[in-house]
Nanobody
Framework: AVQLVESGGGTVQPGGSLRLSCVFS????????LGWFRQAPGKEREGVAR?????????????VKGDVMRGRATISRDGAKNMFYLQMNSLKPEDTAMYFC????????????????WGQGTQVTVSS
């Protein structure tokens, strides 16, 4: 299993930026897909971005919804620190949600149900 802890959420004005961080530990010396998801009240969880530790290839959104942030998010990771990040720019009120980091072993599929381990979430609120 992989343990994950998010940080970096908060309240930001429309047009602002936030960087979310996720530190992970546990059974991590293998190929992982590390992902960011979000869930707004009354809506289903959706994939924002994920990154494959095998080659650092990044993917955004999922096959059904596409890139939900329309190019305003960037996922990256720091292998030495066992951390990965989600940089979000030009934030909009509709980006308000609980953001979760997650991990799965192996290939980087996009749907949330493919991910086995989850953090507790960090709230992002975009409001003036």
């Amino acid at each position: 299993a992989v343990q994950l802890v998010e940080s970096g959420g908060g309240t930001v004005q429309p047009g602002g930026s936030l960087r979310l961080s996720c530190v992970f530990s546990g059974d991590i010396n293998r190929r992982l897909c590390l992902g960011w998801f979000r869930q707004a009240p009354g809506k289903e969880r959706e994939g924002v971005a994920r990154i494959d530790t095998d080659d650092d290839r990044a993917f955004y959104g999922d096959r059904v919804k596409g890139d939900v942030m329309r190019g305003r998010a960037t996922i990256s990771r720091d292998g030495a620190k066992n951390m990965f990040y989600l940089q979000m720019n030009s934030l909009k009120p509709e980006d308000t949600a609980m953001y979760f980091c997650a991990a799965r072993f192996g290939v980087c599929y996009g749907a949330a149900n493919y991910f086995d381990d989850w953090g507790q979430g960090t709230q992002v609120t975009v409001s003036s």
